[in-house]
């Protein structure tokens, strides 16, 4: 599903220059599930990114189920990224101005859902992540907890292919991420692929297939051979 060869993202800051990510070569295949490991600021997030069209690599090529996306246009990317990709933002990133539902819908409204499905089928994410009872609250009267399940929820929204969580158990306790991860890894037996970037060990070891580490930038064991 997901072949990385040689991913690199220098970020430029006026004319300091940082690299954030170091040729990092990486293979997830349908129905597998990878951890990704490592320090703050080796560049976790930015893999996470990269593997989530949200940022274009400096260099490496990037194919998504077989198909070359690294260096397509803006369009291109949002519209695979909507059909394809759900993407779990480390700060949520959900619209401080919609209710949990409709936040959670928003991903099919792009996709041309019909509105009463859209509807249910976003009820219904929230109660599987347990929020049943918060569907008309807004961001900021949720807590840090229900928000990051109202993210996951509307990343799963539209079925995606590949699912990228940015360290989805951060804010919840340790039995409401033992549920969230059930959820995600029970992604992988209906075919999906799912990258975690976790600090949590027991996330790492419990959930994943395969625990991949960065540090400063370099991946460790990504591809195919180190199987
Ligand atoms: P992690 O998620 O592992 O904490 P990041 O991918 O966020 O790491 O960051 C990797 C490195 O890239 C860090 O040194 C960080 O400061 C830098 N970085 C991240 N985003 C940007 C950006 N938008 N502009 C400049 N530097 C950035
Ligand atoms: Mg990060």
């Known amino acids: 599903m997901v072949e990385a060869q040689g991913l690199s993202k220098v970020y430029r800051l006026g004319r300091v220059e940082v690299v954030a990510l170091r040729r990092a070569s ?17 560049g976790k997030s930015t893999l996470l990114f990269l593997l989530g069209l949200l940022l274009r690599p400096t260099a490496g090529t990037y194919r998504l189920q077989g198909c070359e996306v690294g260096g397509l246009p803006p369009g291109e990317r949002a519209r695979l990224r909507a059909r394809h990709i759900g993407f779990v933002f480390q700060t949520f990133n959900l619209i401080p101005g919609l209710s949990a539902l409709r936040n959670v819908e928003l991903p099919a409204l792009y996709n041309g859902m019909p509105r009463r499905r859209r509807r249910e089928r976003a009820r219904e994410l929230l109660e599987r992540v347990g929020l049943g009872e918060r569907l008309r609250h807004r961001p900021a009267e949720l807590s840090g907890g229900e928000a990051q399940r109202v993210a996951i929820a509307r990343a799963l929204m539209n079925a995606p292919l590949l699912v990228l969580a940015d360290e989805p158990t951060g804010n919840l306790d340790s039995a409401t991420g033992r549920r969230i991860m059930d959820l995600l890894a029970g992604l ?40």
Do not use: K
């Open 26 to 42: 990486l293979v997830v295949d349908a129905g597998e599930s990878v951890a990704i490991m490592g320090p703050s600021g080796s």
């Open 188 to 227: 992988c037996a209906e075919g999906r692929a799912l990258v975690v970037v976790t600090h949590n060990a027991e996330v790492a070891e419990r959930w994943a297939h395969r625990v991949l580490r960065l540090r400063d930038g370099v991946l460790e064991g990504g591809g195919d051979g180190d199987r």
